[in-house]
């Protein structure tokens, strides 16, 4: 159950070695969340991050592979999840990737896995996980936006176009969950230093991973339905998202 702070007693987590997932939970498990399944590609990185998690006092912690292109295993996952942990108070959507955005380098196979990885694998299993919530009648769902989606960049348009198909997505999710007991915080962090970003030159107002795992489970406690991390990246994308075109492509990177 969420106890009356918003804090979790059980979570999967989508994308389970992302650091910023990491990060997150390493801030929960001394609060009071027991029991965690990490999915993703990597069962050996998974085994690392529960590792870490069981040295700050997280009692139970399970690993699953999980591709969130591969639409078929969706469902399967979700209903292995729910009968791990019993009930499912959190869903952490933290899975995504970078990829490429140089047009010279991308062909059909690069966008639709792109589209996949981050929009549609993501949304898909959103769905089996809210429907599940819905019908126990309660749960958390926080999806890992970014920025690069409120207005897409020439320098990374296919991975910014993802997040602003995901993020239209949960937004709208969260609308039509509302009075159901199942609530959706979508998170638009600007430039994270994780292994993501690791080598880039960083961006406007950068932050680390820790920063974004404080605001979510700020979020978490006063029941936010978007988060901006840092803050004023809010305003600086409502100048930023009318800006004219040519403007825009020059300072766009
Ligand atoms: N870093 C930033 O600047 C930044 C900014 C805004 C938003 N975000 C978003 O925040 C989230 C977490 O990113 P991060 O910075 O923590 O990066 P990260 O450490 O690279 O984490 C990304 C995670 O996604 C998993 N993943 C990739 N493809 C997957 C697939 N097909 N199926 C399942 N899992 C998959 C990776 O694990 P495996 O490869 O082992 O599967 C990894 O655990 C991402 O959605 C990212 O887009 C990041």
Known sequence: MIDGTGM?????????????????????????LRSVVLAGRSLENLVQVGNDLRGVGLQSVHCRHLDVAA???????????????????????AAGQLGTSVLEDLGAEDVS???????????ALVTEFAKYM??????????????AGVRTRKANFVYGSTKAGLDGFATGLSDALAGTGVTVNVVRPGFVSTKMTAGMKPAVFPVDAQAVARAIVRGLETGQQVTWVPPKLRYLFAVLRLLPSPLWRRLGG
Do not use: C, W
């Open 113 to 123: 896995s792109l589209v996949a990885t981050n929009f549609a694998g993501p949304a």
């Open 8 to 32: 979790p007693e059980t979570a999967v987590v989508i994308g389970g070695s992302s650091d910023i997932a990491a990060a997150v939970l390493k801030l929960l498990a001394p609060r009071r």
């Open 134 to 147: 819905v019908h126990q009648g309660y749960g958390r769902v926080v999806v890992l936006s970014s920025v």
């Open 71 to 93: 639409t078929a295993s969706l469902a399967p996952f979700t209903a292995e999840a729910v009968g791990i942990l019993g009930q499912v108070d959190l869903v952490l959507v």
